[in-house]
């Protein structure tokens, strides 16, 4: 079966410093995975996808992620990051688009 | 470009009461809708999702249903709530194969 892990609940980094945040993935091909965040009391906006080819996709607000087969992973970065970056952030796989698995979210805060 | 509205934002309902939650997508045609629910320190589960209309695949057995009497309108109903249906109730739309995009929300606490 799939699942998907975000093993950091809270991570907390001051502003201008550097984000990884981190998603493991189960599953027996290499399935479909998204980065989505939310902020409180909002819906989820998507920032980037995995669907195949390179696997460093550039997504909005200045985020990246790498799909690394061997490891499972789906890791969420950001060079510098912003007090508007404050939020949680889900990520999500599937074997298709439809029936996707979220991660139980990372809650992202951000001091000056 | 499109956009995916949800009503109400809020709703306090009493335990036995009925629920209807509405969405609705503008800009495209034909969407695939999906129903979501949200509980407090966990993820999104999927709950209900329509490839057409008239077309509903439950995911889990539950208190709700859903149905899709138009090509852009998704419905979220219960005949009686139970306390577990509190949680934050989101709505998404896809194009076939492609990412999700979900509504606003709705907030629902059943007392």
């Known amino acids: 079966a799939q699942s998907v892990t975000q093993p950091d609940i809270h991570i907390t980094v001051s502003e201008g410093a550097s984000l990884e945040l981190r998603c493991n993935y189960s599953?027996?091909?290499?399935?479909?995975l998204f980065w989505y965040v939310q902020s409180p009391g909002q819906g989820l906006q998507l920032l980037l996808k995995?669907?195949?080819?390179?696997?460093l996709v550039q997504g909005i607000k200045g985020f990246e992620a790498e799909f690394k087969r061997s490891q499972s992973s789906f890791n969420l970065r950001k060079p510098s990051v912003h007090w508007s970056d404050a939020a949680e952030y889900f990520c999500?796989?599937?074997?298709?688009?439809?029936?996707?698995?979220f991660g139980t979210g990372t809650r992202l805060q951000v001091f000056p | 470009s499109q956009t995916i509205h949800q009503w109400p934002a809020t709703l306090v309902q009493p335990v036995g009461s009925p629920l209807s939650l509405e969405c609705t997508v503008e800009?495209?045609?034909?969407?695939?809708l999906y129903w979501y629910r949200q509980a407090a320190g966990r993820g999104l589960q999927l709950l209900f999702y329509?490839?057409?209309?008239?077309?509903i695949s439950s995911e889990v057995p539950q208190n709700l249903s859903a149905s899709r009497p138009q090509d852009r309108q998704f419905i979220l109903s219960s005949k009686k709530l139970l306390l577990s249906d509190s949680g934050f109730y989101l709505c998404?739309?896809?194009?076939?194969?492609?990412?999700?995009?979900f509504g606003p929300g709705t907030r629902l606490l059943v007392l």
């Open positions: 998404a739309w896809s194009r076939l194969a492609d990412s999700q995009y």
């Open positions: 599953y027996g091909a290499t399935p479909y």
């Open positions: 995995y669907f195949s080819g390179d696997t």
């Open positions: 999500a796989v599937g074997a298709d688009t439809d029936k996707l698995i």
């Open positions: 800009g495209t045609s034909n969407p695939n």
């Open positions: 329509s490839v057409g209309i008239g077309q």
